[in-house]
Protein backbone atom coordinates (compact mmCIF):
# COMPACT_ATOMS: atom_id res chain seq x y z
CA UNK A 1 0.00 0.00 0.00
CA UNK A 2 2.93 2.38 1.30
CA UNK A 3 4.75 1.58 -2.27
CA UNK A 4 1.59 2.54 -4.29
CA UNK A 5 1.55 5.53 -2.61
CA UNK A 6 5.14 6.51 -3.19
CA UNK A 7 4.80 5.38 -6.63
CA UNK A 8 1.73 7.27 -7.29
CA UNK A 9 4.04 10.68 -5.63
CA UNK A 10 6.90 9.90 -7.98
CA UNK A 11 5.35 9.66 -11.01
CA UNK A 12 3.25 12.80 -10.58
CA UNK A 13 6.47 14.52 -9.49
CA UNK A 14 7.70 13.03 -12.99
CA UNK A 15 4.55 14.38 -14.73
CA UNK A 16 4.73 17.84 -13.47
CA UNK A 17 8.78 17.97 -14.37
CA UNK A 18 7.99 17.22 -17.39
CA UNK A 19 5.38 19.27 -18.08
CA UNK A 20 7.57 22.39 -16.66
CA UNK A 21 10.57 20.92 -19.42
CA UNK A 22 7.89 20.95 -22.55
CA UNK A 23 6.46 24.23 -21.09
CA UNK A 24 10.07 26.03 -21.45
CA UNK A 25 10.73 23.89 -24.56
CA UNK A 26 7.38 25.61 -26.19
CA UNK A 27 8.60 29.05 -24.70
CA UNK A 28 12.06 28.88 -26.28
CA UNK A 29 13.43 30.57 -29.18
CA UNK A 30 13.77 27.28 -31.61
CA UNK A 31 17.25 27.52 -34.19
CA UNK A 32 17.65 25.02 -36.92
CA UNK A 33 21.21 24.45 -36.78
CA UNK A 34 22.65 22.56 -40.28
CA UNK A 35 25.66 21.64 -41.69
CA UNK A 36 28.11 18.71 -42.59
CA UNK A 37 28.85 17.13 -38.98
CA UNK A 38 30.14 13.67 -40.66
CA UNK A 39 31.53 13.48 -44.59
CA UNK A 40 34.59 15.18 -46.38
CA UNK A 41 33.68 19.18 -44.71
CA UNK A 42 32.77 17.55 -41.50
CA UNK A 43 35.62 20.07 -39.79
CA UNK A 44 33.03 22.97 -40.90
CA UNK A 45 29.67 21.65 -39.60
CA UNK A 46 31.19 20.95 -36.10
CA UNK A 47 32.99 24.45 -35.91
CA UNK A 48 29.48 25.67 -36.93
CA UNK A 49 27.58 23.32 -34.31
CA UNK A 50 29.74 23.87 -30.87
CA UNK A 51 30.61 27.78 -32.04
CA UNK A 52 26.56 27.55 -32.04
CA UNK A 53 26.67 25.58 -28.41
CA UNK A 54 28.73 28.24 -27.01
CA UNK A 55 26.24 31.09 -28.01
CA UNK A 56 23.37 29.03 -26.83
CA UNK A 57 25.10 28.06 -23.30
CA UNK A 58 25.73 31.67 -22.78
CA UNK A 59 22.45 32.60 -23.58
CA UNK A 60 20.80 30.88 -21.49
CA UNK A 61 22.27 31.54 -18.55
CA UNK A 62 21.24 34.79 -18.91
CA UNK A 63 17.43 36.16 -17.72
CA UNK A 64 14.75 36.55 -20.36
CA UNK A 65 14.47 34.51 -23.61
CA UNK A 66 15.74 31.15 -23.84
CA UNK A 67 16.72 29.05 -27.35
CA UNK A 68 16.96 25.88 -28.01
CA UNK A 69 19.36 24.63 -30.83
CA UNK A 70 17.50 21.66 -33.21
CA UNK A 71 20.46 20.53 -34.79
CA UNK A 72 20.98 18.03 -37.93
CA UNK A 73 23.62 16.60 -40.28
CA UNK A 74 23.61 17.05 -43.83
CA UNK A 75 26.91 15.54 -45.06
CA UNK A 76 27.59 18.44 -47.59
CA UNK A 77 24.77 16.71 -49.53
CA UNK A 78 22.05 19.13 -51.06
CA UNK A 79 19.06 16.54 -50.81
CA UNK A 80 20.18 15.60 -47.01
CA UNK A 81 20.09 19.42 -46.59
CA UNK A 82 17.06 19.28 -47.70
CA UNK A 83 15.84 16.74 -45.46
CA UNK A 84 17.29 18.03 -42.66
CA UNK A 85 15.98 21.20 -43.10
CA UNK A 86 12.65 19.23 -42.95
CA UNK A 87 13.52 18.05 -39.65
CA UNK A 88 14.06 20.55 -38.15
CA UNK A 89 10.76 22.82 -39.23
CA UNK A 90 8.77 19.09 -38.11
CA UNK A 91 10.78 19.78 -34.75
CA UNK A 92 9.68 23.37 -34.38
CA UNK A 93 12.49 25.26 -35.78
CA UNK A 94 11.51 29.10 -36.51
CA UNK A 95 14.36 30.25 -38.09
CA UNK A 96 17.78 28.37 -39.56
CA UNK A 97 21.59 29.15 -38.51
CA UNK A 98 23.06 27.98 -41.76
CA UNK A 99 23.07 25.58 -43.70
CA UNK A 100 27.12 25.63 -43.30
CA UNK A 101 28.51 24.62 -47.05
CA UNK A 102 27.41 26.70 -50.42
CA UNK A 103 26.30 24.06 -52.27
CA UNK A 104 23.24 22.89 -49.81
CA UNK A 105 22.32 26.00 -49.04
CA UNK A 106 21.70 27.30 -52.04
CA UNK A 107 19.39 24.03 -52.32
CA UNK A 108 18.22 24.75 -48.67
CA UNK A 109 17.90 28.39 -49.43
CA UNK A 110 15.13 27.77 -52.31
CA UNK A 111 12.77 25.97 -50.18
CA UNK A 112 13.02 27.88 -47.53
CA UNK A 113 12.02 31.21 -49.67
CA UNK A 114 8.49 29.16 -50.76
CA UNK A 115 8.49 28.41 -47.26
CA UNK A 116 8.92 31.60 -45.43
CA UNK A 117 11.53 30.62 -43.45
CA UNK A 118 14.45 32.55 -42.50
CA UNK A 119 17.85 32.04 -42.65
CA UNK A 120 21.25 32.93 -41.36
CA UNK A 121 24.14 31.01 -43.04
CA UNK A 122 27.19 31.24 -40.95
CA UNK A 123 29.52 30.16 -43.86
CA UNK A 124 27.44 29.68 -47.08
CA UNK A 125 29.47 32.66 -48.79
CA UNK A 126 28.50 32.49 -53.03
CA UNK A 127 26.18 35.57 -54.24
CA UNK A 128 24.12 32.41 -55.45
CA UNK A 129 23.11 31.73 -51.37
CA UNK A 130 21.14 34.99 -51.35
CA UNK A 131 19.98 35.80 -54.96
CA UNK A 132 16.55 36.90 -55.62
CA UNK A 133 15.73 35.49 -52.03
CA UNK A 134 14.48 38.12 -49.37
CA UNK A 135 14.63 35.95 -46.81
CA UNK A 136 18.23 34.68 -46.64
CA UNK A 137 21.28 36.56 -45.26
CA UNK A 138 24.97 35.37 -44.57
CA UNK A 139 27.32 36.10 -42.03
CA UNK A 140 30.18 35.12 -43.72
CA UNK A 141 31.68 37.54 -46.26
CA UNK A 142 30.65 36.77 -50.04
CA UNK A 143 32.74 35.05 -52.67
CA UNK A 144 33.71 38.86 -54.55
CA UNK A 145 34.37 40.38 -51.59
CA UNK A 146 37.17 37.94 -50.29
CA UNK A 147 39.09 37.91 -54.11
CA UNK A 148 39.06 41.45 -53.86
CA UNK A 149 39.92 42.17 -50.36
CA UNK A 150 42.72 39.35 -50.93
CA UNK A 151 44.73 41.40 -53.96
CA UNK A 152 44.15 44.55 -52.04
CA UNK A 153 46.15 42.48 -48.95
CA UNK A 154 48.58 41.33 -51.05
CA UNK A 155 48.95 44.82 -52.85
CA UNK A 156 48.92 46.92 -49.68
CA UNK A 157 51.33 44.32 -47.97
CA UNK A 158 53.44 43.93 -50.53
CA UNK A 159 53.31 39.93 -50.08
CA UNK A 160 54.41 39.16 -53.24
CA UNK A 161 55.26 40.43 -56.68
CA UNK A 162 54.57 37.48 -59.03
CA UNK A 163 51.30 35.58 -58.65
CA UNK A 164 50.09 31.71 -58.97
CA UNK A 165 46.52 30.70 -58.31
CA UNK A 166 45.44 27.08 -57.80
CA UNK A 167 41.63 26.84 -57.74
CA UNK A 168 38.86 24.67 -58.27
CA UNK A 169 36.92 25.38 -61.61
CA UNK A 170 34.22 22.66 -60.52
CA UNK A 171 33.27 24.63 -56.97
CA UNK A 172 31.11 27.67 -57.27
CA UNK A 173 32.98 29.14 -54.10
CA UNK A 174 36.67 28.72 -55.61
CA UNK A 175 35.55 30.07 -59.16
CA UNK A 176 33.59 33.58 -57.35
CA UNK A 177 36.66 34.32 -55.45
CA UNK A 178 38.99 34.07 -58.35
CA UNK A 179 37.07 36.00 -60.87
CA UNK A 180 36.80 38.81 -58.50
CA UNK A 181 40.60 38.26 -57.52
CA UNK A 182 41.77 38.53 -60.96
CA UNK A 183 39.61 41.64 -61.56
CA UNK A 184 41.20 43.55 -58.29
CA UNK A 185 44.92 42.20 -59.59
CA UNK A 186 44.08 43.60 -63.16
CA UNK A 187 43.18 47.02 -61.21
CA UNK A 188 46.05 46.81 -59.15
CA UNK A 189 48.95 46.04 -61.29
CA UNK A 190 49.11 42.66 -59.59
CA UNK A 191 51.32 40.00 -61.86
CA UNK A 192 49.62 37.01 -62.64
CA UNK A 193 52.13 34.73 -63.67
CA UNK A 194 50.56 31.20 -63.70
CA UNK A 195 47.00 30.32 -63.69
CA UNK A 196 45.90 26.26 -62.79
CA UNK A 197 42.45 24.58 -62.44
CA UNK A 198 41.15 21.08 -60.87
CA UNK A 199 38.28 19.81 -60.16
CA UNK A 200 36.94 17.84 -56.86
CA UNK A 201 38.11 14.38 -58.22
CA UNK A 202 41.78 16.16 -58.39
CA UNK A 203 44.25 14.14 -56.30
CA UNK A 204 47.66 14.99 -57.80
CA UNK A 205 49.18 18.92 -57.67
CA UNK A 206 52.86 18.32 -58.87
CA UNK A 207 51.73 19.45 -62.08
CA UNK A 208 50.24 22.69 -60.71
CA UNK A 209 52.89 23.35 -58.04
CA UNK A 210 55.02 23.00 -60.82
CA UNK A 211 53.50 25.29 -63.48
CA UNK A 212 53.77 28.06 -60.81
CA UNK A 213 57.27 27.06 -59.43
CA UNK A 214 58.56 27.30 -63.49
CA UNK A 215 56.42 30.95 -63.63
CA UNK A 216 58.55 32.43 -60.54
CA UNK A 217 55.49 33.06 -58.62
CA UNK A 218 56.48 33.99 -55.02
CA UNK A 219 53.30 34.18 -53.99
CA UNK A 220 50.70 31.35 -54.78
CA UNK A 221 46.80 32.61 -53.90
CA UNK A 222 44.86 29.41 -52.75
CA UNK A 223 40.98 30.41 -53.29
CA UNK A 224 40.09 26.48 -51.93
CA UNK A 225 39.16 24.48 -49.58
CA UNK A 226 41.90 23.01 -46.89
CA UNK A 227 41.76 19.37 -48.18
CA UNK A 228 43.35 20.43 -51.85
CA UNK A 229 45.16 23.07 -50.62
CA UNK A 230 47.01 20.45 -47.69
CA UNK A 231 48.29 17.98 -50.58
CA UNK A 232 49.34 21.40 -52.48
CA UNK A 233 51.91 22.25 -49.38
CA UNK A 234 53.12 19.01 -49.44
CA UNK A 235 54.10 18.92 -53.18
CA UNK A 236 55.48 22.25 -52.51
CA UNK A 237 57.54 20.71 -49.97
CA UNK A 238 58.41 18.01 -52.01
CA UNK A 239 59.93 20.11 -54.41
CA UNK A 240 62.11 22.63 -52.62
CA UNK A 241 59.66 25.65 -53.07
CA UNK A 242 58.83 27.94 -50.69
CA UNK A 243 56.62 31.15 -52.03
CA UNK A 244 53.91 32.81 -49.94
CA UNK A 245 51.20 30.86 -49.87
CA UNK A 246 47.61 32.73 -49.40
CA UNK A 247 44.30 31.48 -48.83
CA UNK A 248 40.69 32.81 -47.59
CA UNK A 249 38.57 31.73 -45.23
CA UNK A 250 37.72 27.69 -46.87
CA UNK A 251 41.45 26.76 -45.70
CA UNK A 252 40.75 27.61 -42.36
CA UNK A 253 40.72 24.45 -40.26
CA UNK A 254 43.56 23.21 -42.26
CA UNK A 255 45.56 22.64 -38.62
CA UNK A 256 43.02 20.45 -37.10
CA UNK A 257 42.82 18.01 -40.75
CA UNK A 258 43.51 14.55 -39.48
CA UNK A 259 46.98 13.28 -40.21
CA UNK A 260 48.12 16.72 -41.45
CA UNK A 261 51.73 17.73 -40.71
CA UNK A 262 51.07 21.31 -39.55
CA UNK A 263 54.69 22.44 -40.18
CA UNK A 264 53.67 22.26 -44.09
CA UNK A 265 51.34 25.54 -43.25
CA UNK A 266 54.11 27.52 -41.45
CA UNK A 267 53.78 30.68 -42.63
CA UNK A 268 50.48 30.34 -44.64
CA UNK A 269 48.66 33.25 -45.02
CA UNK A 270 44.88 33.33 -44.15
CA UNK A 271 41.69 36.42 -45.23
CA UNK A 272 39.21 35.98 -42.02
CA UNK A 273 37.37 37.97 -39.86
CA UNK A 274 38.80 35.75 -36.49
CA UNK A 275 41.80 35.47 -34.62
CA UNK A 276 41.96 33.20 -31.65
CA UNK A 277 44.38 34.82 -30.54
CA UNK A 278 43.00 38.27 -30.25
CA UNK A 279 42.80 39.73 -26.81
CA UNK A 280 39.23 41.03 -25.90
CA UNK A 281 37.76 39.21 -23.08
CA UNK A 282 34.78 37.77 -24.88
CA UNK A 283 37.35 36.13 -27.82
CA UNK A 284 39.11 34.84 -24.66
CA UNK A 285 36.47 33.43 -23.18
CA UNK A 286 34.64 32.18 -26.54
CA UNK A 287 37.99 30.21 -27.32
CA UNK A 288 38.66 28.93 -23.58
CA UNK A 289 34.49 27.27 -23.86
CA UNK A 290 35.29 26.15 -27.11
CA UNK A 291 38.28 24.32 -25.64
CA UNK A 292 36.81 22.61 -23.10
CA UNK A 293 33.80 21.09 -25.29
CA UNK A 294 35.80 20.27 -28.14
CA UNK A 295 39.64 20.57 -27.31
CA UNK A 296 40.72 22.32 -30.41
CA UNK A 297 41.00 26.36 -30.95
CA UNK A 298 37.94 27.27 -32.80
CA UNK A 299 38.52 28.60 -36.05
CA UNK A 300 36.73 31.20 -38.21
CA UNK A 301 33.71 28.97 -39.02
CA UNK A 302 32.83 28.00 -35.24
CA UNK A 303 33.33 31.83 -34.88
CA UNK A 304 30.70 33.16 -37.16
CA UNK A 305 27.97 30.53 -36.34
CA UNK A 306 28.44 32.40 -32.52
CA UNK A 307 27.72 35.28 -34.40
CA UNK A 308 24.98 33.78 -36.39
CA UNK A 309 23.18 32.84 -33.40
CA UNK A 310 23.59 35.70 -31.07
CA UNK A 311 22.64 38.16 -34.22
CA UNK A 312 19.57 35.57 -34.81
CA UNK A 313 18.26 35.91 -30.78
CA UNK A 314 18.88 39.71 -30.48
CA UNK A 315 17.05 40.80 -33.65
CA UNK A 316 14.52 38.20 -32.42
CA UNK A 317 14.42 40.26 -29.05
CA UNK A 318 14.16 43.24 -30.96
CA UNK A 319 11.61 42.00 -33.12
CA UNK A 320 9.32 40.70 -30.01
CA UNK A 321 9.70 37.43 -31.63
CA UNK A 322 9.14 34.75 -29.01
CA UNK A 323 8.70 30.89 -29.07
CA UNK A 324 5.17 31.14 -29.69
CA UNK A 325 5.92 33.20 -32.85
CA UNK A 326 4.62 31.29 -36.32
CA UNK A 327 7.44 30.40 -38.41
CA UNK A 328 6.28 32.78 -41.14
CA UNK A 329 5.56 35.75 -38.82
CA UNK A 330 9.32 35.22 -37.33
CA UNK A 331 10.31 35.35 -41.25
CA UNK A 332 8.65 38.76 -41.74
CA UNK A 333 9.67 40.40 -38.99
CA UNK A 334 13.67 39.15 -39.43
CA UNK A 335 13.63 40.87 -42.89
CA UNK A 336 12.52 43.76 -41.27
CA UNK A 337 15.58 43.77 -39.05
CA UNK A 338 18.35 42.75 -41.15
CA UNK A 339 17.46 44.76 -44.32
CA UNK A 340 16.77 47.41 -41.89
CA UNK A 341 19.54 49.36 -39.91
CA UNK A 342 19.65 46.66 -37.00
CA UNK A 343 24.05 45.98 -36.17
CA UNK A 344 25.37 43.93 -33.91
CA UNK A 345 29.05 43.49 -32.38
CA UNK A 346 30.40 39.94 -33.06
CA UNK A 347 33.29 38.21 -32.94
CA UNK A 348 34.21 38.40 -36.62
CA UNK A 349 33.41 42.38 -36.26
CA UNK A 350 30.08 44.66 -36.37
CA UNK A 351 27.82 43.34 -38.28
CA UNK A 352 25.39 45.34 -40.58
CA UNK A 353 23.30 43.81 -43.47
CA UNK A 354 21.74 45.42 -46.85
CA UNK A 355 18.54 44.01 -48.48
CA UNK A 356 20.45 41.81 -50.44
CA UNK A 357 21.68 39.61 -47.19
CA UNK A 358 25.14 40.62 -47.49
CA UNK A 359 26.85 41.35 -44.18
CA UNK A 360 29.21 44.72 -44.33
CA UNK A 361 32.55 43.61 -41.81
CA UNK A 362 36.34 44.37 -42.05
CA UNK A 363 38.23 41.26 -43.23
CA UNK A 364 41.60 40.77 -41.59
CA UNK A 365 44.74 38.42 -42.48
CA UNK A 366 46.26 35.37 -40.07
CA UNK A 367 49.35 33.87 -40.58
CA UNK A 368 50.22 30.04 -39.22
CA UNK A 369 53.29 30.34 -36.07
CA UNK A 370 53.99 27.31 -34.39
CA UNK A 371 51.04 25.74 -35.71
CA UNK A 372 48.77 28.51 -34.60
CA UNK A 373 46.76 31.51 -35.86
CA UNK A 374 48.03 34.74 -34.88
CA UNK A 375 47.26 38.79 -36.09
CA UNK A 376 49.47 39.57 -38.74
CA UNK A 377 51.64 42.79 -38.19
CA UNK A 378 53.89 43.59 -40.93
Not at 204 to 210: A, Q
Not at 338 to 350: N, P, S, W
Request: hydrophobic fraction near 45%.
Amino acid sequence: MKFNKLMAMFLAIVMVLGLASVALAEDALKIGVIGPFTGAAAIYGNACKYGAEVAAEQINAQDGLKIELLEEDDEHDAEKSLNAYNTVLDNGAQMIAGTTTTTPCIAVGAQAYEDRVFMLTPSASSPDVTANKDNVFQVCFTDPAQGTASAQYITEHQLGSKVAIIYNNADAYSTGIYNTFVDEAATLGLEIVSTSTFTDETVDFNLYVSDAKDAGADLVFLPIYYTPASMILAAAKSMDYAPVFFGVDGMDGILTMEGFDASLAEGVFMLTPFSADAQDERTQAFVARYQELTGEIPNQFAADCYDAVYALYTAAQNAGIDGSTSVEDACELLIGQFAGDFQIEGLTGTMSWDETGAVTKTPTAVVIKDGAYVGFND
